[in-house]
C-alpha cells in the first residue's frame, strides 16, 4: 500500500500503491505513517520523496470509504507528522494530486509535478470541502482570492499554471521520480523553516470582509442551493482570519456539518454513477467488456443546423478529420463560418491550436464515402432521415457506421432503410452540441454491440458521459419529461401560474423550471410532435372533451398558446414575456394569467390554491413513475444510467443525485404513497398510476439503489 526504498543512497523513496489512482485508503493512510516514521529514524535516509505507482500521484481520499465508520490512520496527523519531519520530504507529482492527494503535497516541503500532471482540491464537488488542511494551507500558500477560486470550483490547474500560483516548486519534462531525487538530493541541510505551510502568515488581503461578500455572493448564486460550495468559503475565511490551530479547528467543525449529509452522499453517487454509466449492457448480454470498438479517424456529419454544427466541432475537437456537408449552399457557408469561429473560440479558451484544418465541407453527399462513421443531424423528420439513411447506404464504404441525431424518432425504423442495420445507432446529442456533457448511445433491436461500443467509445473521446439506451419514443431523457410536462400544464389548470411552477422548481435547483425551459426551446417543437400524433384539434375549444384526447386527461394549453404565435424566446412571447423577440429575461405576461383565467373559466376549472410541495410532488414523482417503467422496459440498464442522463443533459441538480436516486432519498414508500394518492384524484392521469417495478421495489423492503438491478433482473427473469 506504500513501499520504502532506499534509491541513490540516501533518499527514502515512498510509493503509494493503491490502483487505478492511489486513493488514500485506511491500508495506504497506515502505510504512509509507518514508512515516513522508518524513513526518519534510518540514519541512512537524509532525504524523502513521496510518488504514486502507474503514473499518478494520488486521487485524493478513497471515496468508496465514506459510507462506512472510519478505520485507520486519520489524515490531518498523518500530514502534519511528514511537516513536522527534519528530514526534507518532497512530492514528485505525477498524474493528479487531487483532494487529500494534494494536501498530502501541501504537507511536504517541496513540490515537483510533471508537465502533463494537474492538482487541485476538488472536494466540493463531491459535497465536501478540503479537510485534511486544504482549506487551511491553500490560501496560505497561494493568497486568499487565488485559493478561494480554486476551491469552490474545484477546478483542475495544469502544471503551468500550478507553477504559476506558486503551488509547485518546478515542473519537468523529463522523469519525474528521477528529477525529485535529485531536488531532495540538493535541498538536503536546507532549514525547513520556512517550508513548513501552515506556519505561514495567510497573506493579507485588504477589505478582507468585500473579499469574501463577493464570494459568498458568487457561490451562492452559482451553487442553486447546494452547501459544500458555501461552507468551502467560510472554512477559507477561518484560514484568513484565524491562526492555523484555530483554522483547523473550523475546518474539521464545517467538514463534520458536510461529511453525513444528503448532497454529499448524492454528489457521490454521482461521481461514480458518471463512471458506472461507461459499463453499458445490452438486454441481449452484450457488454463494454466483451465488445470491441472499431478505429475511427474520419467522421461526417450531414445537415449543417444549429445541432449539426455543433456535433461537427465537437468531433473535430477531439482530434477526428470530420466531413461536414450541407446541401444547401448558403447554408452550408453560413456553417462554414459559424462552425470555424466556435473551433477559434474553443481552442483560445483551452490555450491550444484550432482545428480548423481536421474539417472540409462539401454540399455532396458522395464526400462521405470514405467516411468510417457518419452523423446524420438533419431536421427531426421521418421521411427525410429515411430518404438520408438510403442516400447513405448507397454512397458509403462497405461497414460504415451509420448514426441518427434524433431526439425520439425509431432507431430500428431508420435501420431498416438500410441494408445493414446492425451498422445503425441513434447518437442524441443535446444542443448546444459541442457543450452539453450528455450524449445518448441508442441501440435498435438489430444494432451490434461492436456499432454500439463505437458509438460510445466515441462520446468519450468528445468528452461526453455516453449512456448506452433502447429504442423507444424518447428514449429515457425525452420520455421521462413527458410526465413531468404534462403535470406542469395540469397544474395551470388546476389553479398555478407559470410563475409559480418554476419558482418551485429552480428552489428545488433545477437550472430552469419547467416553463422557462419551454420558453427556451419553442414551444412550435412539442406542437408539431403533437400534431404529428393525431393531438391537437383545434375544434374542440371548450367541454370536456376539449381535455381527454385518445382516453386520456389532455391539455391543450400549449397548443391554444401556438395558434396566437406564443412560440416562446425567439417570438418574444411564451409562458412569458420578454422586452424582444430573443430577448432571454422572461417577465409575468398579464396576458397569460387572464388568458388561463378565462380558459379556466370556459372548461368550467375550479382553482385551488397550489403550494411547491405539489408542484414537487405531482411533477417529478411523475418523471420517476416513467423513470421505473423505463428500467421495467428494460431501457436503460439500472438507475445510474437514468441519473447520469439527467444531471448532465436535463438540468437536474446534481447535489440531488439525479431523479431515482433523489426516490431512493425521500423514501420509496413514500413516492408510491403519493403517486397512489395523485392517481385516486386524478384517474384519467396514466402516467399518475405507480410503476409495478416501484411497488416491487418497496415490497422488498425498499433496497438501496445499488441493490435494485437485483430486483430489476428478477422482474426481466420471470417476463
Ligand atoms: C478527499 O480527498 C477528502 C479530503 O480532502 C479530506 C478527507 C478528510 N476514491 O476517473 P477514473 C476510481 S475527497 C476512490 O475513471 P481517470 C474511480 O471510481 C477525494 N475511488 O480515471 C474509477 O473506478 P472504476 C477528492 C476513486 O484516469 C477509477 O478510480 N478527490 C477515486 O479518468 C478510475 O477513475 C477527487 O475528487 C477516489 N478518490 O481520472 C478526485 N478517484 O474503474 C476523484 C478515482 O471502478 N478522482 N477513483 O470506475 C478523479 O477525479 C479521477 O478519478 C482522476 C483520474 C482524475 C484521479
Known amino acids: 500500500m506504500a513501499q520504502l526504498t532506499r534509491v541513490s543512497g540516501s533518499v527514502g523513496l515512498i510509493t503509494l500503491q493503491n490502483p487505478p489512482v492511489n486513493a488514500l485508503s485506511a491500508a495506504v493512510r497506515q502505510g504512509i505513517v509507518d514508512t515516513v516514521k522508518k524513513a526518519v529514524s534510518d540514519p541512512l535516509v537524509k532525504c524523502v520523496v513521496i510518488c504514486g505507482q502507474n503514473g499518478v500521484f494520488c486521487g485524493g481520499a478513497d471515496i468508496r470509504e465514506f459510507g462506512a465508520p472510519m478505520t485507520g490512520p486519520p489524515l490531518v496527523p498523518m500530514i502534519h507528522a511528514i511537516e513536522a519531519t527534519n528530514k526534507p520530504v518532497v512530492a514528485a507529482i505525477e498524474g493528479a494530486a487531487l483532494g487529500g492527494g494534494l494536501e498530502l503535497a501541501l504537507g511536504c516541503h517541496y513540490r515537483i509535478i510533471h508537465s502533463k500532471a494537474r492538482v487541485g482540491l476538488p472536494e466540493v464537488t463531491l459535497g465536501l470541502l478540503p479537510a485534511a488542511g486544504g482549506s487551511q494551507r491553500l490560501p496560505r500558500l497561494i493568497g486568499v482570492p487565488a485559493a478561494l477560486e480554486l476551491i469552490t470550483t474545484g477546478r483542475h490547474v495544469s502544471a503551468a499554471e500550478a507553477l504559476k500560483l506558486g503551488i509547485v516548486d518546478q515542473v519537468t519534462d523529463d522523469n519525474t521520480v528521477d528529477t525529485t531525487v535529485k531536488f531532495a538530493l540538493s535541498v538536503v541541510g536546507r532549514s525547513l523553516e520556512s517550508r513548513r505551510i501552515s506556519t505561514f502568515p495567510c ?45 483547523m479547528k473550523r475546518e474539521q467543525e464545517l467538514m463534520a456539518t458536510l461529511f453525513t449529509s444528503g448532497q454529499a452522499r448524492a454528489l457521490q ?92 465541407y462539401s454540399h455532396n453527399i458522395q464526400a462521405v464515402a470514405e467516411a468510417d462513421l457518419v452523423i446524420e443531424a438533419v431536421f427531426e423528420d421521418m421521411d427525410l432521415k429515411k430518404k438520408v439513411f438510403q442516400q447513405l447506404s448507397a454512397v458509403c464504404k462497405p461497414g460504415t457506421l451509420l448514426c441518427t441525431n434524433t431526439s425520439s424518432l425509431d432507431v430500428d425504423h431508420l435501420a431498416s432503410q438500410t441494408p445493414s442495420p446492425e451498422l445503425v445507432v441513434g447518437m442524441h446529442f443535446f444542443a448546444p452540441a459541442h457543450v452539453m456533457k450528455l450524449l445518448e448511445v441508442v441501440y435498435g433491436p438489430r444494432s451490434s454491440p461492436q456499432a454500439v461500443a463505437t458509438a460510445m467509445q466515441l462520446g468519450k473521446k468528445m468528452g461526453k458521459v455516453s449512456v448506452a439506451v433502447g429504442n423507444c419514443r424518447g428514449f429515457v431523457g425525452n420520455r421521462m419529461l413527458k410526465p413531468y410536462m404534462e403535470q406542469a400544464f395540469f397544474l395551470l389548470e388546476e389553479g398555478a401560474t407559470p410563475e409559480l411552477v418554476d419558482q418551485a422548481l429552480e428552489e428545488f435547483g433545477f437550472a430552469m423550471g419547467v416553463f422557462r425551459m419551454s420558453d427556451l426551446s419553442g414551444l412550435d417543437v412539442g406542437w408539431r410532435v403533437r400534431k404529428a400524433d393525431g393531438l391537437v384539434d383545434p375544434d374542440a375549444t371548450s367541454g370536456r372533451s376539449a381535455r381527454i384526447r385518445q382516453g386520456r386527461r389532455y391539455s391543450p394549453l400549449g397548443d391554444l398558446l401556438c395558434e396566437q404565435g406564443r412560440f416562446g424566446q425567439k417570438a418574444g412571447r411564451g409562458w412569458y414575456q420578454y422586452d424582444k423577440p430573443g430577448s432571454r429575461v422572461a417577465k ?75 426516490a ?45 438491478r437485483e430486483v430489476i433482473r428478477k422482474v426481466h427473469s420471470q417476463l
Open 203 to 247: 497573506p493579507p488581503v485588504s477589505d478582507l470582509d468585500a473579499v469574501f461578500d463577493v464570494a459568498m455572493q458568487r457561490v451562492r448564486q452559482s451553487a442553486r442551493g447546494a452547501i459544500a460550495p458555501v461552507t468551502c468559503v467560510q472554512a477559507v475565511r477561518a484560514a484568513a482570519t484565524l491562526p492555523y490551530t484555530q483554522g
Open 588 to 662: 409575468p405576461d398579464p396576458w397569460l394569467h387572464n388568458f388561463l383565467e378565462q380558459y379556466r373559466a370556459r372548461h368550467g376549472l375550479g382553482v385551488r390554491h397550489i403550494d411547491h410541495q405539489e408542484v414537487l410532488e405531482r411533477c417529478l414523482y411523475a418523471l420517476i413513475n416513467e423513470g421505473f417503467r423505463i428500467l421495467e422496459d428494460g431501457i436503460a440498464a439500472g438507475p445510474e444510467d437514468i441519473d447520469a442522463i439527467y444531471v448532465f443533459g436535463y438540468g437536474w441538480p446534481r447535489y440531488r443525485g439525479g431523479p431515482m436516486f433523489y
Open 269 to 360: 453517487y454521482c461521481f461514480f454513477a458518471q463512471r458506472a454509466v461507461s459499463r453499458w449492457s445490452m438486454p441481449s448480454g452484450a457488454r463494454w467488456d466483451t465488445s470491441k470498438p472499431r478505429p475511427i479517424s474520419k467522421a461526417a456529419v450531414i445537415g449543417l443546423g444549429t445541432m449539426g454544427r455543433g456535433i461537427a466541432v465537437a468531433l473535430a475537437q477531439a482530434g477526428l478529420s470530420v466531413v461536414a456537408v450541407e446541401t444547401q449552399e448558403k447554408q452550408l457557408m453560413d456553417a462554414k463560418q459559424a462552425v470555424s469561429g466556435m473551433l477559434e473560440r474553443g481552442a483560445k479558451r483551452r490555450g491550444v491550436a484550432p482545428a480548423l484544418g481536421l474539417v472540409s
Open 664 to 708: 431512493g432519498m425521500v423514501g420509496l414508500a413514500n413516492v408510491l404513497e403519493r403517486l397512489e394518492h395523485f392517481h385516486q384524484v386524478h384517474p384519467d392521469v396514466p402516467y399518475l398510476q405507480p410503476c409495478s417495478l416501484l411497488r416491487r421495489l418497496v415490497a422488498s423492503g425498499s433496497p438501496p439503489i445499488q441493490k435494485w
